[in-house]
């Protein structure tokens, strides 16, 4: 079993890019600022006018918990999840799975890659060499 994403009208964007491999997030047009997750207002200047805008893939590690319960048969180790602060802006957290062990601090730097898998594309999370 899978738990499937459920994109709703604010992050169906975001999917869609993810399925492309792409890793955006949406910039105001009235004041440029970025934003993650999705949502239809600017927190800074209230207007509902945004556009996707590709960001690096890159930042750094926020928190994580490590998951030792069998959501699926396929579980054989613990999950590791991340909330990783983009680098574009601190504000900006995205989630994702670390995909190689790690040894894991705040701070730590991080890149996403993109898993495909039983059709579905997810953003996970490797530390970055060096
Ligand atoms: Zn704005």
């Given at each position: 079993m899978i738990v499937r994403p459920e994109p709703d009208r604010d992050s169906r964007p975001w999917w869609d890019a993810v399925r492309?491999?792409?890793?955006t997030v949406q910039r105001c047009d009235a004041c440029g600022r970025l934003r993650f997750p999705a949502r239809a207002v600017c927190n800074a200047c209230?207007?509902?006018e945004a556009s996707w805008t590709?960001?690096?893939g890159r930042g750094r590690v926020y928190s994580w918990?490590?998951?030792?319960?069998?959501?699926?048969?396929s579980m054989t180790e613990p999950l590791t999840i991340l909330a990783v602060r983009l680098d574009?802006?601190?504000d900006?957290?995205?989630?994702?799975?670390?995909?190689e062990p790690a040894e894991l601090c705040e701070g730590l730097p991080v890149?996403?890659?993109?898993t495909d898998h039983d059709g579905e594309t997810l953003v996970n999370w490797r530390p970055l060499p060096g």
């Amino acid at each position: 079993m899978i738990v499937r994403p459920e994109p709703d009208r604010d992050s169906r964007p975001w999917w869609d890019a993810v399925r492309r491999h792409e890793l955006t997030v949406q910039r105001c047009d009235a004041c440029g600022r970025l934003r993650f997750p999705a949502r239809a207002v600017c927190n800074a200047c209230r207007s509902r006018e945004a556009s996707w805008t590709p960001v690096s893939g890159r930042g750094r590690v926020y928190s994580w918990i490590v998951n030792h319960q069998r959501f699926a048969p396929s579980m054989t180790e613990p999950l590791t999840i991340l909330a990783v602060r983009l680098d574009e802006g601190d504000d900006l957290l995205m989630y994702g799975n670390l995909t190689e062990p790690a040894e894991l601090c705040e701070g730590l730097p991080v890149e996403a890659v993109f898993t495909d898998h039983d059709g579905e594309t997810l953003v996970n999370w490797r530390p970055l060499p060096g």
